[in-house]
């Protein structure tokens, strides 16, 4: 009897390294701030872009280089203050917290103890610091005083990188055309691309073929809402069976 194979999804193994951040003009002035981080004004930095956008990789880069903690904004009003100053630390969506007084004035105490000590600070949001409504006046000065980097959307190069890893990340290996056919029809943005491969991902389980352009084109379909084929794939449909 001949019983069918199940594929077992495998577990997200997310690459958080330095070696594993792509760079290119839309990042590059970013990770170059970071890397440069013994250099900040006011040893403060603000990181900022859309979700998906690599701040949280870059932040774990950095915490990699100094030794920083890193911290989520909304916890920090449970947080014991005195002992997260007493170390460089990176705390991530500081804009999320606006309109919260009790964890925007642990952000501010958090702030001024962690510079008054000598250490560095990171700060990441999704817009540009000056448009984070926090209420705290004294808290939304200091934020804008800090300098600021914005991850933009992606270019092309660093699209296809970014495939790349989120594919490698679920250890997915796709047909070689598949990259091309995604980069010339997908939504340009961060969250598309994690949004596609993990619709990939999860359709390729119960397909021997793995993840080809056939099914890239279907699933890009179903998520664009597009009711034929891209046109300069119909004639291809079938190409890139594995």
Same mark, same amino acid.
């Given at each position: 009897?001949? #019983?069918?194979q199940?594929q077992?999804?495998?577990?997200?193994?997310?690459? +958080?390294?330095?070696? %594993?951040?792509?760079?290119s003009?839309?990042?590059?002035?970013?990770?170059?701030?970071?890397?440069?981080?013994?250099?900040? *004004?006011?040893h403060? /930095?603000?990181l900022? !872009?859309?979700? !998906?956008s690599?701040?949280?990789?870059?932040?774990?880069?950095?915490?990699? /280089?100094?030794?920083? $903690?890193? &911290?989520?904004a909304?916890?920090?009003?449970?947080? %014991?203050i005195?002992s +997260? *100053?007493?170390?460089n #630390?990176? &705390?991530?969506n500081?804009d999320?917290i *606006?309109?919260?007084?009790?964890?925007e004035e642990?952000?501010?105490?958090?702030?001024?103890?962690? +510079?008054?000590?000598?250490h560095?600070?990171m700060?990441?949001?999704?817009?540009?610091?000056?448009?984070w409504? +926090?209420?705290l006046?004294? @808290?939304?000065s200091?934020?804008?005083?800090?300098?600021?980097?914005?991850?933009s959307?992606?270019?092309?190069? @660093?699209l296809? *990188?970014l495939?790349v890893?989120?594919?490698?990340? $679920?250890?997915? &290996?796709?047909?070689s055309? &598949?990259?091309p056919y995604?980069?010339?029809?997908?939504?340009?943005?961060?969250?598309?691309?994690?949004?596609?491969?993990d $619709?990939?991902? $999860?359709?390729?389980?119960?397909?021997?073929?793995g993840v080809?352009?056939?099914?890239?084109?279907?699933?890009?379909?179903? /998520?664009? !809402?597009a009711?034929?084929?891209?046109n300069d794939?119909v004639?291809?449909?079938? %190409?890139?069976?594995?």
């Open positions: 009897m001949l #019983i069918e199940l077992i999804p495998l577990p997200v193994l997310t690459a +958080l390294g330095r070696e %594993d951040f792509f760079v003009e839309s990042n590059a002035l970013a990770v170059a701030l970071v890397e440069s981080w013994e250099n900040w *004004a006011g403060k /930095m603000v900022n !872009g859309k979700a !998906g690599g701040k949280t990789h870059l932040a774990h880069v950095w915490a990699k /280089m100094s030794g920083a $903690r890193i &911290v989520a909304q916890g920090l009003e449970y947080a %014991d005195p +997260l *100053a007493d170390q #630390i990176c &705390v991530e500081v999320q *606006a309109g919260n007084l009790r964890a642990a952000m501010f105490h958090l702030h001024n103890l962690v +510079l008054a000590q000598g560095s600070l700060l990441t949001g999704c817009a540009a610091p000056k448009l409504p +926090l209420q006046p004294d @808290l939304h200091r934020i804008q005083g800090a300098q600021s980097a914005t991850l959307g992606p270019d092309d190069m @660093l296809s *990188a495939l890893k989120l594919f490698s990340d $679920r250890q997915i &290996v796709p047909a055309d &598949v990259i995604l980069l010339r029809q997908m939504p340009r943005s961060y969250e598309a691309a994690r949004t596609l491969v $619709r990939l991902d $999860r359709a390729s389980l119960t397909r021997p073929s080809n352009r056939p099914l890239a084109i279907q699933i890009l379909s179903e /998520m664009t !809402g009711d034929e084929t891209p794939t004639e291809n449909a079938t %190409d890139g069976q594995d």
